[in-house]
């Protein structure tokens, strides 16, 4: 078959390797039609959570069952899928719990309790096409994919829908949501969201969801912008007008966000001189879009993290947190947990997610869109890829 494949960072292409099959009984393979790029994925692309061998990327997909394992009693050949991104073997101690993104099972090799992550330690659940840490599952950016735990993770969704219109709930709408429900959004909220990309505007549509009175999206990039006006009908600040908090306040009497949240992480943008502290101090990337929601949010506000970090950072602003009585939560977020309700929300027209589409390419043009959004360029927000 044919998949994207990583090699080391910046080099990834489409090759031909071994079609996947059955090594478990409960697992089914699945005839990937529709695969997306994430921003996540650039955090491999780019080297900053470290990958040292070949892997098939993509965590964001679904397809038509090809084939199930003996084990599997709830899908069948020709059902139609969506695939969360987590891989969670459903009866766990943390499954029990409804924390799938926590599962002990699923990622033998790297799992433990420590999240010492920068000490390749104690890493949560398997995700699809995310480096060796997290159990180095072939993902989704490719003709076939093998799904695990085949009875409780992949949803069947309604024909009605195209894909477009339902392949957001692998991740980035699931993602969002999880933003707003971390920070308890409620009716009269003001929610900031920094990070127009992908899950920015989804937790910018989340919000609204969760009855928010206003919705803010921040970015540097005008289209991505643009966007967040367009698919989240949310008001926008450039982020190079200005101090982002005094601007924030200024729009709300003085006091500030009820609830901010970080969907970039720590590919936020940096200057010449944080990126020789980075080197200094052995960080990767930057906690600046952290200190910007605290520094945005009321007194008393919460604060959810939606942007992956994968480094420890110094002058972490912990005074401002105690001093603010800021509550803050984040991680991967639990797909299956919330995963039939959100299906019930774009079946019955409550929210469209496929809005945000600007490319939809064959599978084989992958590499040159690795690129291109990387770069941000061509008004870059979200690719769809067609196996």
């Known amino acids: 078959m044919k998949a994207l494949v990583f090699h080391k960072p910046k080099h ?3 090759d031909t390797v071994d079609d996947p099959v059955i090594q478990e009984p409960t697992d089914a393979i699945v005839r990937v039609t529709s695969t997306a790029i994430c921003g996540s994925d650039l955090h491999i692309y780019n080297g900053m959570i470290p990958q040292p061998h070949d892997l098939i990327l993509g965590h964001e997909f679904m397809g038509i069952v090809e084939e199930v394992g003996t084990g599997v009693t709830k899908l069948k050949r020709g059902d139609r899928v969506i695939v969360p991104f987590p891989i969670a073997c459903g009866h766990c101690h943390f499954c029990d719990m409804d924390l799938p ?28 096409g995310y480096t060796d840490l997290y159990g180095a599952v072939s993902g989704g950016q490719a003709e076939y994919a093998r799904i695990q735990y085949a009875d409780y993770n992949p949803r069947v ?9 339902i392949l957001f709930l692998t991740d980035i709408f699931p993602t969002g949501w999880a933003a707003c429900e971390w920070a308890e959004v409620s009716n009269g909220d003001v929610v900031v969201v920094f990070g127009c990309g992908p899950v920015g505007i989804m937790a910018q549509k989340a919000a609204w969801l969760h009855g928010a009175k206003r919705v803010i999206g921040v970015d540097r990039l005008p289209y991505r912008l643009e966007m967040a006006q367009r698919a989240a009908n949310s008001e926008v600040i450039n982020a190079e007008d200005g101090d982002v ?6 729009m709300t009497g003085g006091y500030g966000a009820d609830v901010c949240i970080d969907a970039v992480g720590m590919e936020a943008h940096r200057t010449t001189l944080q990126k020789a502290a980075n080197v200094l101090q052995a960080e990767k990337g930057s906690m600046s ?3 910007d929601c605290f520094d945005t949010v009321r007194r008393g506000g919460r604060v959810s993290v939606v942007g992956v970090y994968g480094s420890p950072y110094d002058n972490y ?12 939560m984040g991680g991967q977020a639990w797909v299956q947990r919330w995963l039939d ?6 079946a019955e027209g409550k929210v469209a997610l496929d809005d945000i589409i600007t490319h939809k390419v064959p599978l084989s043009e992958a590499a040159g869109m690795y690129d291109v959004f990387n770069k941000k360029e061509d008004g870059c927000v979200k690719v769809v890829l067609k196996p």
């Open 12 to 14: 990834v292409s489409v």
């Open 157 to 165: 969704v309604p024909e009605l829908l195209s894909d477009e219109q």
């Open 289 to 291: 879009v952290l200190k």
């Open 317 to 328: 602003p912990l005074y401002q947190w105690f001093e603010k009585s800021i509550r803050l």
């Open 245 to 250: 908090a005094e601007i924030v306040r200024e």
């Open 101 to 128: 993104t926590h599962c002990e099972n699923s990622n033998p090799e790297m799992y433990g309790p420590q999240g010492e992550i920068i000490k390749m330690k104690g890493a949560g659940a398997a995700l699809y």
């Open 341 to 346: 309700d959100l299906i019930k929300l774009v």
